[in-house]
Protein backbone atom coordinates (compact mmCIF):
# COMPACT_ATOMS: atom_id res chain seq x y z
CA UNK A 1 0.00 0.00 0.00
CA UNK A 2 1.76 3.53 -0.80
CA UNK A 3 1.90 5.75 2.06
CA UNK A 4 -0.69 8.71 2.08
CA UNK A 5 0.08 12.35 0.39
CA UNK A 6 -1.92 14.34 2.36
CA UNK A 7 -3.07 17.51 0.23
CA UNK A 8 -5.50 20.70 0.14
CA UNK A 9 -8.48 17.88 0.12
CA UNK A 10 -7.25 16.76 3.64
CA UNK A 11 -5.70 20.27 4.76
CA UNK A 12 -9.57 21.75 4.02
CA UNK A 13 -11.43 19.20 6.38
CA UNK A 14 -9.25 18.91 8.40
CA UNK A 15 -8.33 22.09 9.20
CA UNK A 16 -10.03 25.15 7.27
CA UNK A 17 -13.45 24.14 7.31
CA UNK A 18 -12.77 22.52 11.29
CA UNK A 19 -12.25 25.26 12.96
CA UNK A 20 -8.52 24.94 13.86
CA UNK A 21 -7.89 26.93 10.79
CA UNK A 22 -5.88 30.69 12.49
CA UNK A 23 -5.27 32.40 9.03
CA UNK A 24 -1.52 32.52 9.17
CA UNK A 25 -1.48 32.23 4.99
CA UNK A 26 1.61 29.42 5.47
CA UNK A 27 -0.17 27.41 3.26
CA UNK A 28 -0.30 30.05 0.73
CA UNK A 29 3.13 31.16 0.25
CA UNK A 30 4.50 27.46 0.10
CA UNK A 31 2.18 26.57 -2.69
CA UNK A 32 4.49 25.97 -5.54
CA UNK A 33 1.14 26.35 -8.11
CA UNK A 34 -1.11 29.48 -8.37
CA UNK A 35 -4.10 28.14 -7.00
CA UNK A 36 -4.01 28.71 -3.41
CA UNK A 37 -5.37 33.13 -2.56
CA UNK A 38 -6.03 34.45 1.14
CA UNK A 39 -9.72 36.23 1.75
CA UNK A 40 -8.77 38.76 4.51
CA UNK A 41 -12.30 40.32 4.07
CA UNK A 42 -15.69 40.62 6.48
CA UNK A 43 -13.97 38.55 9.30
CA UNK A 44 -12.96 35.58 6.95
CA UNK A 45 -9.32 35.80 7.25
CA UNK A 46 -8.89 32.18 5.43
CA UNK A 47 -7.28 30.78 2.63
CA UNK A 48 -8.88 29.23 -0.09
CA UNK A 49 -8.54 27.26 -3.36
CA UNK A 50 -9.16 28.72 -6.66
CA UNK A 51 -12.35 27.27 -8.36
CA UNK A 52 -10.50 27.07 -11.59
CA UNK A 53 -8.16 24.15 -10.43
CA UNK A 54 -10.61 21.23 -8.57
CA UNK A 55 -12.69 23.18 -7.02
CA UNK A 56 -12.97 24.84 -3.53
CA UNK A 57 -11.98 21.18 -1.26
CA UNK A 58 -10.02 19.26 -4.43
CA UNK A 59 -6.60 20.16 -5.85
CA UNK A 60 -5.30 18.75 -9.53
CA UNK A 61 -1.69 19.37 -8.64
CA UNK A 62 -2.67 17.42 -4.97
CA UNK A 63 -3.84 14.63 -7.07
CA UNK A 64 -0.42 14.26 -8.72
CA UNK A 65 1.34 14.35 -5.70
CA UNK A 66 1.88 17.71 -4.76
CA UNK A 67 1.97 18.18 -0.76
CA UNK A 68 3.19 21.76 0.41
CA UNK A 69 0.34 22.99 1.71
CA UNK A 70 0.04 20.62 3.95
CA UNK A 71 3.84 20.53 5.14
CA UNK A 72 3.14 24.19 5.57
CA UNK A 73 0.12 23.90 7.83
CA UNK A 74 1.04 24.40 11.66
CA UNK A 75 -2.38 23.24 12.46
CA UNK A 76 -1.91 20.06 10.53
CA UNK A 77 -2.73 16.91 12.58
CA UNK A 78 1.25 16.22 14.48
CA UNK A 79 2.16 19.44 14.38
CA UNK A 80 3.26 20.69 17.76
CA UNK A 81 5.44 17.68 18.53
CA UNK A 82 7.06 17.67 15.03
CA UNK A 83 7.81 21.21 15.54
CA UNK A 84 8.98 20.65 18.79
CA UNK A 85 11.45 18.31 18.09
CA UNK A 86 12.86 20.26 14.73
CA UNK A 87 13.21 23.47 16.90
CA UNK A 88 14.40 22.09 20.56
CA UNK A 89 15.41 18.56 19.22
CA UNK A 90 12.79 17.20 21.92
CA UNK A 91 9.24 17.28 22.56
CA UNK A 92 8.61 19.56 25.85
CA UNK A 93 7.47 18.51 29.15
CA UNK A 94 4.42 18.68 31.44
CA UNK A 95 5.94 21.93 33.13
CA UNK A 96 7.02 23.86 30.46
CA UNK A 97 3.53 25.24 29.87
CA UNK A 98 4.42 28.42 28.10
CA UNK A 99 6.96 26.03 25.68
CA UNK A 100 10.68 25.54 26.13
CA UNK A 101 12.78 28.64 26.87
CA UNK A 102 13.40 31.17 29.68
CA UNK A 103 12.18 34.07 30.63
CA UNK A 104 14.01 37.71 30.83
CA UNK A 105 12.98 41.32 30.83
CA UNK A 106 14.50 43.17 28.13
CA UNK A 107 13.84 47.13 26.95
CA UNK A 108 16.23 49.04 24.26
CA UNK A 109 18.39 51.59 25.46
CA UNK A 110 17.84 53.85 22.48
CA UNK A 111 15.09 56.07 24.40
CA UNK A 112 13.50 56.82 20.66
CA UNK A 113 12.34 52.90 20.38
CA UNK A 114 11.56 52.74 23.29
CA UNK A 115 8.80 55.58 23.09
CA UNK A 116 7.80 54.82 19.26
CA UNK A 117 7.32 50.82 20.20
CA UNK A 118 5.04 49.06 22.46
CA UNK A 119 6.40 47.94 25.35
CA UNK A 120 10.27 48.44 26.27
CA UNK A 121 10.94 48.67 22.34
CA UNK A 122 12.92 45.08 22.22
CA UNK A 123 11.68 43.89 19.15
CA UNK A 124 12.22 47.04 17.37
CA UNK A 125 16.11 47.05 18.23
CA UNK A 126 16.15 43.59 17.90
CA UNK A 127 15.15 43.95 14.04
CA UNK A 128 17.03 46.80 13.63
CA UNK A 129 20.21 45.01 15.09
CA UNK A 130 19.76 42.08 12.14
CA UNK A 131 19.30 43.89 9.47
CA UNK A 132 22.38 45.98 10.32
CA UNK A 133 24.60 43.57 11.36
CA UNK A 134 23.48 41.54 7.92
CA UNK A 135 22.15 38.76 10.16
CA UNK A 136 18.77 39.00 7.78
CA UNK A 137 17.49 40.50 4.85
CA UNK A 138 14.40 41.51 5.09
CA UNK A 139 11.62 41.09 8.03
CA UNK A 140 7.81 40.30 7.74
CA UNK A 141 5.92 42.55 9.88
CA UNK A 142 2.52 43.98 10.19
CA UNK A 143 2.27 47.51 8.82
CA UNK A 144 -0.54 50.06 8.39
CA UNK A 145 -2.12 50.87 5.52
CA UNK A 146 -2.12 54.20 3.51
CA UNK A 147 -0.76 56.94 5.69
CA UNK A 148 -1.80 54.91 8.42
CA UNK A 149 -4.93 56.70 9.71
CA UNK A 150 -7.49 53.80 8.86
CA UNK A 151 -5.97 51.46 11.31
CA UNK A 152 -6.17 48.87 8.70
CA UNK A 153 -3.62 46.45 9.45
CA UNK A 154 -1.39 44.98 6.19
CA UNK A 155 1.50 42.82 5.47
CA UNK A 156 4.75 44.65 5.38
CA UNK A 157 8.32 44.31 4.43
CA UNK A 158 10.88 45.66 7.00
CA UNK A 159 14.61 46.26 5.07
CA UNK A 160 15.37 49.45 6.93
CA UNK A 161 15.45 50.93 10.50
CA UNK A 162 13.08 53.49 8.81
CA UNK A 163 10.81 50.70 7.96
CA UNK A 164 10.99 49.19 11.48
CA UNK A 165 9.97 52.26 13.17
CA UNK A 166 7.33 52.89 10.87
CA UNK A 167 5.66 49.67 11.21
CA UNK A 168 6.18 49.26 15.11
CA UNK A 169 2.94 49.16 17.95
CA UNK A 170 0.67 47.18 17.92
CA UNK A 171 -2.84 46.43 15.92
CA UNK A 172 -4.72 43.81 17.66
CA UNK A 173 -6.86 43.31 14.46
CA UNK A 174 -5.08 40.32 12.31
CA UNK A 175 -2.65 40.82 9.87
CA UNK A 176 -1.20 37.50 8.18
CA UNK A 177 2.23 39.07 8.12
CA UNK A 178 3.42 36.02 5.79
CA UNK A 179 1.80 37.06 2.71
CA UNK A 180 4.21 39.89 2.12
CA UNK A 181 6.79 36.59 1.32
CA UNK A 182 6.26 37.19 -1.99
CA UNK A 183 7.29 40.54 -1.60
CA UNK A 184 10.54 40.13 0.28
CA UNK A 185 11.66 36.99 -1.65
CA UNK A 186 11.17 39.00 -5.03
CA UNK A 187 13.02 41.82 -3.34
CA UNK A 188 15.98 39.73 -3.53
CA UNK A 189 15.93 38.89 0.19
CA UNK A 190 17.25 35.27 0.76
CA UNK A 191 17.07 35.65 4.63
CA UNK A 192 13.70 36.99 6.34
CA UNK A 193 12.90 37.02 9.50
CA UNK A 194 8.89 37.15 10.44
CA UNK A 195 7.14 38.58 13.50
CA UNK A 196 4.04 37.12 14.61
CA UNK A 197 1.45 35.17 16.84
CA UNK A 198 1.76 32.07 17.81
CA UNK A 199 -0.06 31.30 14.53
CA UNK A 200 2.20 32.52 12.47
CA UNK A 201 5.22 31.85 14.21
CA UNK A 202 4.73 28.06 14.70
CA UNK A 203 4.74 28.24 10.49
CA UNK A 204 8.47 28.54 10.07
CA UNK A 205 8.63 25.43 12.09
CA UNK A 206 6.49 23.41 10.95
CA UNK A 207 7.85 23.95 7.29
CA UNK A 208 11.51 22.93 8.32
CA UNK A 209 10.39 19.56 10.02
CA UNK A 210 7.98 18.62 6.92
CA UNK A 211 10.63 20.26 3.78
CA UNK A 212 8.58 22.47 2.68
CA UNK A 213 11.73 23.83 -0.14
CA UNK A 214 12.93 26.98 -0.42
CA UNK A 215 10.49 29.18 1.38
CA UNK A 216 11.41 26.52 4.80
CA UNK A 217 15.46 27.57 4.19
CA UNK A 218 14.54 31.28 3.58
CA UNK A 219 12.66 31.96 6.79
CA UNK A 220 15.51 32.11 9.20
CA UNK A 221 14.39 33.94 12.45
CA UNK A 222 10.82 34.09 13.89
CA UNK A 223 9.71 36.84 16.25
CA UNK A 224 6.82 35.61 18.36
CA UNK A 225 4.00 38.09 20.03
CA UNK A 226 2.40 37.08 22.60
CA UNK A 227 -1.48 36.56 22.12
CA UNK A 228 -4.79 35.73 23.58
CA UNK A 229 -6.64 36.80 20.39
CA UNK A 230 -7.40 39.45 17.71
CA UNK A 231 -9.76 40.92 16.47
CA UNK A 232 -11.77 41.82 13.14
CA UNK A 233 -11.58 45.32 11.73
CA UNK A 234 -15.34 46.01 12.17
CA UNK A 235 -14.35 46.80 15.74
CA UNK A 236 -13.09 50.09 14.57
CA UNK A 237 -16.48 51.29 13.55
CA UNK A 238 -18.98 49.19 15.19
CA UNK A 239 -17.44 49.75 18.75
CA UNK A 240 -15.12 52.29 19.19
CA UNK A 241 -16.79 54.83 17.14
CA UNK A 242 -20.44 53.14 17.45
CA UNK A 243 -20.33 53.19 21.14
CA UNK A 244 -17.56 55.59 22.22
CA UNK A 245 -17.34 58.22 19.70
CA UNK A 246 -13.32 57.41 18.90
CA UNK A 247 -12.90 57.08 15.32
CA UNK A 248 -10.15 55.65 13.21
CA UNK A 249 -8.19 58.47 11.66
CA UNK A 250 -8.04 59.92 15.28
CA UNK A 251 -6.24 56.84 17.44
CA UNK A 252 -2.44 57.38 17.92
CA UNK A 253 -1.57 54.47 19.82
CA UNK A 254 -3.73 51.30 21.62
CA UNK A 255 -2.87 48.28 24.14
CA UNK A 256 -4.19 45.97 26.51
CA UNK A 257 -3.58 45.77 29.49
CA UNK A 258 -6.79 44.17 31.27
CA UNK A 259 -8.94 46.87 29.14
CA UNK A 260 -8.17 48.19 25.54
CA UNK A 261 -6.57 51.20 25.85
CA UNK A 262 -7.18 53.85 23.17
CA UNK A 263 -4.84 56.76 22.88
CA UNK A 264 -6.03 60.08 20.07
CA UNK A 265 -4.57 62.75 18.76
CA UNK A 266 -6.14 65.07 21.14
CA UNK A 267 -4.59 64.11 23.71
CA UNK A 268 -7.93 61.72 25.06
CA UNK A 269 -7.38 58.51 26.49
CA UNK A 270 -10.26 55.74 26.74
CA UNK A 271 -10.86 52.43 28.34
CA UNK A 272 -13.20 50.13 26.87
CA UNK A 273 -13.98 47.00 29.02
CA UNK A 274 -12.75 43.53 27.05
CA UNK A 275 -15.94 42.15 27.42
CA UNK A 276 -17.25 44.16 24.78
CA UNK A 277 -14.85 43.43 22.23
CA UNK A 278 -15.00 39.66 23.18
CA UNK A 279 -18.28 39.63 19.77
CA UNK A 280 -15.13 40.72 17.21
CA UNK A 281 -13.12 37.86 18.21
CA UNK A 282 -11.88 36.21 15.05
CA UNK A 283 -12.94 32.71 14.54
CA UNK A 284 -9.20 31.87 13.98
CA UNK A 285 -8.46 32.36 17.26
CA UNK A 286 -11.17 30.54 18.79
CA UNK A 287 -9.60 27.28 19.13
CA UNK A 288 -6.01 28.24 19.26
CA UNK A 289 -3.93 26.68 21.77
CA UNK A 290 -0.55 29.34 21.61
CA UNK A 291 -0.61 32.05 23.84
CA UNK A 292 3.40 32.37 23.79
CA UNK A 293 4.35 31.94 20.27
CA UNK A 294 5.71 28.44 21.48
CA UNK A 295 8.03 28.02 18.53
CA UNK A 296 9.31 31.21 17.96
CA UNK A 297 13.49 32.21 18.60
CA UNK A 298 12.19 34.68 21.04
CA UNK A 299 8.70 35.38 22.24
CA UNK A 300 7.40 38.83 23.31
CA UNK A 301 4.89 40.89 24.96
CA UNK A 302 4.14 43.63 27.67
CA UNK A 303 2.72 41.42 30.79
CA UNK A 304 3.69 42.62 33.97
CA UNK A 305 4.53 45.64 36.14
CA UNK A 306 6.76 46.78 34.23
CA UNK A 307 5.45 49.22 30.97
CA UNK A 308 8.49 50.16 29.76
CA UNK A 309 10.53 46.43 29.64
CA UNK A 310 9.52 43.70 26.98
CA UNK A 311 9.15 40.02 28.72
CA UNK A 312 11.37 37.77 26.15
CA UNK A 313 11.07 33.85 26.50
CA UNK A 314 14.69 33.18 24.54
CA UNK A 315 13.73 29.79 23.00
CA UNK A 316 16.45 28.65 20.70
CA UNK A 317 20.29 29.01 20.36
CA UNK A 318 20.00 31.92 18.02
CA UNK A 319 18.02 33.44 20.25
CA UNK A 320 20.39 33.54 23.45
CA UNK A 321 23.14 34.51 20.29
CA UNK A 322 21.17 37.41 19.36
CA UNK A 323 20.26 38.73 23.50
CA UNK A 324 23.77 38.03 24.45
CA UNK A 325 25.16 40.26 21.01
CA UNK A 326 23.13 43.06 21.69
CA UNK A 327 23.64 43.46 25.14
CA UNK A 328 27.50 43.15 24.56
CA UNK A 329 26.54 45.84 21.88
CA UNK A 330 24.85 47.66 24.59
CA UNK A 331 21.60 47.75 22.48
CA UNK A 332 19.30 46.35 25.16
CA UNK A 333 19.24 46.20 28.65
CA UNK A 334 17.82 42.95 30.45
CA UNK A 335 16.64 41.75 33.84
CA UNK A 336 16.14 38.66 34.92
CA UNK A 337 12.10 37.28 34.65
CA UNK A 338 12.07 36.58 38.37
CA UNK A 339 12.43 40.51 39.18
CA UNK A 340 8.51 40.43 37.82
CA UNK A 341 6.96 37.00 38.93
CA UNK A 342 3.48 38.51 39.11
CA UNK A 343 4.53 38.47 35.01
CA UNK A 344 5.65 35.03 34.78
CA UNK A 345 2.30 33.36 36.88
CA UNK A 346 0.72 35.57 34.10
CA UNK A 347 2.32 33.78 31.12
CA UNK A 348 1.64 30.64 32.93
CA UNK A 349 -2.10 30.94 33.42
CA UNK A 350 -2.78 32.75 29.79
CA UNK A 351 -0.87 29.81 28.20
CA UNK A 352 -2.67 27.42 30.30
CA UNK A 353 -5.78 29.31 29.16
CA UNK A 354 -5.22 29.05 25.43
CA UNK A 355 -4.29 25.26 25.80
CA UNK A 356 -8.15 24.67 26.83
CA UNK A 357 -9.02 25.95 23.50
CA UNK A 358 -7.96 23.62 21.29
CA UNK A 359 -10.52 20.45 20.80
CA UNK A 360 -10.36 17.26 21.80
CA UNK A 361 -11.80 16.45 18.36
CA UNK A 362 -8.28 17.49 17.30
CA UNK A 363 -5.13 15.13 18.02
CA UNK A 364 -4.49 15.38 21.55
CA UNK A 365 -1.15 16.97 21.79
CA UNK A 366 -1.31 20.71 22.63
CA UNK A 367 -4.28 19.49 25.31
CA UNK A 368 -1.56 17.04 26.69
CA UNK A 369 0.07 19.59 29.63
CA UNK A 370 -2.01 19.53 32.87
CA UNK A 371 -4.07 22.66 33.17
CA UNK A 372 -3.15 22.77 36.72
CA UNK A 373 0.71 22.62 35.75
CA UNK A 374 3.14 25.53 36.65
Known amino acids: MAPEKPQWRELFSEVVTSGLCTGCAACVIACPHPVLDYNAEGGVYKPFHLDIDGGPDDCTHGQKGCTMCTRACPRFRNWESEIDVQRFARERDAGEVYGIGDVVLAKATDESLVENGQDGGFVSALLIYALEADLIDAALVSGL ?63 QARKAGKVARRLSLTIGLLCSKTFDDSIFEELFEAKYDIKRESITKMNIKGVFQLWTKDGGYFEVPLKEAHAYTREGCTQCP ?27 DLGRQLVSEMKERGLIETRPGDDDPGAVALLQKLARVSRRRWPETAVPGPRRLPVTAG
Not at 297 to 303: A, K, M, N, R, Y
Open 290 to 316: DFAAEHADLSTGGIGAFGDWTLVVVRT
Open 145 to 207: EGDGSSWRAVPSVARTKEDVIATAKSRYTYSANLLAYEEAAEGGAERIGLVGMGCMASAPGAM
